[in-house]
């Protein structure tokens, strides 16, 4: 097993699980809280992340298989994805239309089905077997709130503008014909008004 990747409060970890390849998310103490409420908090985020994946693929999602859940000790091991993220797909694909559309259907399942994601960039999306899979929903909470997806959708925007500049018009525009095609005309146009809202105030903000 090796390290992959370290957080402000989760390590993530490579190996295999049964033969198969895994991938290990460790919650480690954090030592400004008292041991007690800490272990209790990480094992309270460990079995809601695991929930929400759960949730997430009964809704008809792709999302990582679950291996093994351990609130005890903080541990979620699940299926290692193997394909390019998002991020360096857009980068390197000459065409991009129908995975940025397949994303915006994603997600517009996802939200219908009452799931923020919480951390929606392009670096949480794998490309593989023909469509995208979601991963990394440590920050997700079940909300059917227009603003909660309006939040998913500015972080996407973002992503896109920040890495993705030259494409992020024509990828944005086609995640959000997808996304309208799962959550319907009216839902998309309420949406997509409170991410404007959303935007106006944080130029706000900035400026004040």
Do not use: C
Not at 4 to 19: K, P
Not at 148 to 162: F, M, Q, Y
């Amino acid at each position: 097993m090796r390290l992959f990747y370290r957080g402000a409060e989760a390590d993530i970890f490579l190996g295999d699980w049964a033969g198969s390849p895994a991938v290990f998310k460790f919650r480690k103490p954090l030592p400004y809280r008292l041991p007690e409420l800490d272990e209790e908090i990480r094992g309270q985020r460990t079995v809601h992340e695991a929930s929400i994946i759960g949730d997430a693929r009964s809704a008809g999602l792709r999302v990582p298989y679950l291996y093994y859940v351990s609130p005890r000790e903080s541990l979620i091991v699940m299926q290692r994805i193997e394909g390019p993220r998002l991020k360096s797909y857009l980068q390197s694909a000459s065409e991009n239309r129908g995975v940025s559309e397949e994303f915006g259907r994603t997600v517009g399942v996802l939200h219908r089905s009452g799931i923020m994601h919480g951390d929606l960039t392009t670096s949480n999306v794998i490309v593989a077997d023909g469509g995208v899979h979601l991963i990394d929903f440590g920050l997700a909470t079940h909300s059917l709130k227009v603003e909660d997806h309006a939040v998913d959708l500015r972080l996407i925007k973002e992503t896109l503008v920040g890495a993705h500049s030259r494409v992020s018009s024509a990828v944005m525009a086609s995640f959000l014909a997808g996304y309208a095609s799962v959550v319907g005309e009216k839902r998309v146009k309420e949406v997509v008004r409170k991410l404007a809202e959303i935007e106006r105030r944080g130029r706000y903000a900035r400026v004040e």
